[in-house]
Structure formats: C-alpha cells, structure tokens
C-alpha cells in the first residue's frame, strides 16, 4: 500500500510523512523514529526548550532546580504498535532507555502492544489486539497516513558474493552479518578483530 515507507525513507526525508502515523515495530529503531516523527526539531539542540520539556532550570532561586515540565505538543499524532504483549521498551539500553520511554509517554504517543496486523488499507491499519495471556482483546482501526515500518531489518550484504566470486577474500561483519538487533559495539568489535587479524 503507498501509505507504507520504510523508516529510512521516513528519516532521510525521501517522503513526506504524514501528520497521523503509525510506527510498526517498538524496538530501538522505534523509539527513535517515533521521537523523530514527534517533533519538527530536537529539543535537544534548544536549551530553553529542552529545560521546559523536562521541568528543569538553571534559576539560582528555585529548589532542587526542577519546575513543572511542559513539553511542546508532539506535532504529529503517533502510535506506536508492535506484536509482542507487554509494556514496550523493556529491551532499551539501560542508561539511556528510560529516556526513550518517558519521551514517547511525554508526546502522547500511543503505544500498542500484542498487535496482529490484519491489514493496510485507505482507511488506515488494522489490527487485532491481545491481552498479555494472549487473548483477543478486540479490533482496532489506526486511522493514519502513513505507515512506518521499523521492524524486521534484513542485512543488505549484496556486495559479498560478487566479490567473492571475483576472488576478492571478504570479512561479513556487524549489520551485514546480523542485522536483527542494534549492536554497534558488536559491529565495531567485528571490525577491529579482522583489521587485526589481517596480515
Ligand atoms: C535508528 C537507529 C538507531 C540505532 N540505535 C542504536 C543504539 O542506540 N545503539 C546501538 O548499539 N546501535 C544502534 N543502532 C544500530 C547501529 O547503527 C548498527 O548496529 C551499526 O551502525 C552497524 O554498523 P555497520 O558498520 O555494520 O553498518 P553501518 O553503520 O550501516 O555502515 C555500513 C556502511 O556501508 C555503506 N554501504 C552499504 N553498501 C555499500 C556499497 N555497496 N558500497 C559502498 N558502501 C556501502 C553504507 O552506506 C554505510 O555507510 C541503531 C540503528 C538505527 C537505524
């Protein structure tokens, strides 16, 4: 369905989004794109804005330097669905990820878990929803735009049979060879261990 884009063509701009979306798939790639889709520029690079977000102040006068945190409305209506049952995020990092969790909460997100997705059609995406022990809890309709999908990654390692047919000796490492958890320091590991390891 044309409604559907992958979340690369969502972050890298190739097409418009649209101001109701689904994203399919809570795991890191998720999180991040539906903070992405929130916003139409990272509060991050706006101190001001970044301070109001999370109730804190740099006012010499007020205690413990927090105020009530007021975050800018998220600009686009996001849910968040994925099959798996249970609260979503659990596998973030744990430095990081609770920051992930509290800023799709803090943008209205709403998160759907134990989906099936039954369908995309013009009228959005379809799904039926299970409760934690499994079973159905109804039908929902996701009246959206667009449809992200950030689940189900494939390794893009079209270059190695080509060049190992050409004789060229090739080294698979890090997305290449495992592309179904996000792993950088796995990739980077990889990398070293064959940059040593050549003669
Ligand atoms: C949204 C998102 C968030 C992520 N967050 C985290 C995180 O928080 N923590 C974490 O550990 N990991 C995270 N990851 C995963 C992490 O980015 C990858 O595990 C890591 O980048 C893999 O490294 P790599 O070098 O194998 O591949 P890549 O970083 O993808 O590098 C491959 C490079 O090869 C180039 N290339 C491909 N084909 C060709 C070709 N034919 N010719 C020349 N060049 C080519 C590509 O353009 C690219 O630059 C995240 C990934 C995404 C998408």
Known sequence: HPMVMSYADAVLGHREVGKRVAVIGAGGIGFDVTEFLTVDDSPTLNLKEWEQEWGVTDDLDTPGFLTRP???PAVREVYMVQRK????GKGLGKTT?????????????EQISGAVYDRIDDAGLHITVHDKEGNETGKRILEVDNV?????????????DPLTEAGVITHVIGGADLASELDAKRAIRQGTEVAAGLP
């Open 70 to 72: 007021r975050p800018t």
């Open 85 to 88: 049952t249970g609260k979503q």
């Open 97 to 109: 990820g609770w920051v992930h969790r509290a800023t799709v909460k803090m943008k209205g997100v």
């Open 148 to 160: 992200v999908v950030c689940a189900g990654q494939e390794s893009v390692r079209d270059l190695v």
